[in-house]
């Protein structure tokens, strides 16, 4: 399909919307995203004063989108590209490729659009004039290569979207494009491309710890050492300190953390603290004081969002990654977790997820029994959450 809304003198934008769902288990559905995109004026979407769209819903042939990529990297205008659906490497090249509609396991080189054919497609385009948003998910070891960054979605554009997590766990939802839509329909104006990334991801609201955010603002891929607290209305963090602590500088993270979070932008605060731990990750692994300081950050941002349950079990995660790591139920920083995990269950208002995270909580309270009384005081709330309420 396409609409044309720009006169023949003029140099009009142009976007290709491509979304396609392969033969996998629970496909991200992002087929249906698209007539939400298509139906914003072509204009609003590319950020320009004319412009076209042309969308392809489930292709199953890369030949053919290439030819599309190919059209639309010739326009003189500005140019967007979304790509939605999944993300696969074929097995021997090693190569991202995007899943189409015939796409499986076995036949990603022959039914998957390379990506690098992408990149080739829009090199030669005036710098500043392409911009790629995509909304994606990947397997495990597709989304581990790409946070190590082993593989890369960069190229010859600006690059912004979210990549999802797609495992047992995980069903990823196309939240971040449905925002974006909701954006684009109802704001005043079109926002610039950073704005309208950030609003997108805040009001997408994604699992933190399963996302990997596109985008000009994530964090340095190394880590600080994480001596220094977040600076916001709550008992201070308490990470174990390796090296001395960041200069309170704009590039400190705990700065931004707590600057966002305050002015009520949790979940850019989120973001930012995710990206932290996923670097503590890659440098330091999964069962590491570091890691867990990143995840007693985000418990922070969790209890300032009003959300004590995922607060709760965040710094629950966060005491069981420590003692892992070999602290002793005994340090100060494991004591500190549980004891905030079992101030933030005392929040949570759900009976169903009060007694399970109170059953995890009463299993660490034998470990780390905190101050006279804490033990007891798990049990005695759990025994009332078991009681049938009366008729």
């Given at each position: 399909m396409a609409i044309s809304t720009a006169a023949p003198t003029d140099r009009p934008g142009y976007a290709l919307l491509i979304a396609a769902e392969p033969q996998t288990r629970h496909p991200l559905a992002v087929a249906a995203m698209l007539p939400q995109l298509s139906a914003i004026p072509p204009a609003r979407l590319v950020g320009s004063r004319y412009a076209s769209a042309v969308q392809l819903a489930n292709p199953d042939d890369p030949n053919t989108v290439l030819t599309a990529v190919r059209t639309a990297a010739a326009a003189e205008g500005q140019l967007l590209v979304y790509l939605a659906g999944h993300l696969a490497v074929d097995h021997r090249q090693h190569r991202l490729h995007l899943a189409l509609a015939r796409t499986t396991a076995r036949t990603v080189r022959y039914t998957a659009l390379p990506w690098h054919w992408l990149a080739a497609e829009l090199q030669h385009r005036p710098s500043g004039t392409t911009t790629v948003v995509v909304d994606l998910a990947a397997d495990t070891d597709v989304w581990q290569a790409l946070v190590q960054r082993e593989q890369t979605?960069?190229?010859?554009?600006?690059?912004?979207?979210?990549?999802?997590?797609?495992?047992?766990?995980?069903?990823?939802?196309?939240?971040?494009?449905?925002?974006?839509?909701?954006?684009?329909?109802?704001?005043?104006?079109r926002p610039p491309a950073d704005d309208l990334h950030d609003q997108a991801a805040r009001t997408a609201a994604l699992e933190e710890t399963a996302t990997m955010w596109l985008g000009p603002h994530p964090p340095s891929p190394t880590p600080p050492a994480p001596g220094a607290p977040i600076p916001v209305d709550l008992p201070a963090q308490r990470p174990a300190p390796t090296q001395p602590a960041p200069p309170a500088s704009e590039d400190d993270p705990h700065r931004a953390i707590s600057k966002a979070s305050r002015a009520g932008r949790h979940a850019e605060a989120a973001a930012i603290a995710a990206a932290w731990e996923q670097a503590a990750l890659r440098q330091h692994g999964a069962t590491s004081p570091e890691v867990a300081h990143w995840i007693e950050v985000r418990a922070v941002i969790a209890l300032e969002e009003?959300?004590?349950?995922?607060?709760?079990?965040?710094?629950?995660?966060?005491?069981?990654?420590?003692?892992?790591?070999?602290?002793?139920?005994?340090?100060?920083?494991?004591?500190?977790?549980?004891?905030?995990?079992?101030?933030?269950?005392?929040?949570?208002?759900?009976?169903?997820?009060?007694?399970?995270l109170g059953t995890e909580l009463s299993t660490l309270r034998t470990q780390v029994p905190g101050k006279s009384g804490a033990r007891e005081d798990v049990q005695r709330r759990l025994a009332e959450l078991s009681t049938p309420l009366l008729p």
């Open positions: 979605l960069e190229g010859p554009y600006a690059l912004y979207g979210a990549v999802q997590l797609q495992d047992r766990r995980h069903r990823p939802t196309p939240a971040y494009t449905h925002a974006l839509a909701h954006i684009l329909r109802t704001a005043p104006a009003g959300a004590p349950d995922r607060a709760c079990a965040l710094w629950l995660r966060g005491a069981v990654v420590r003692m892992t790591a070999g602290q002793p139920e005994t340090h100060p920083d494991v004591v500190a977790a549980v004891d905030r995990a079992h101030y933030a269950w005392h929040h949570v208002t759900d009976p169903h997820k009060a007694r399970e």
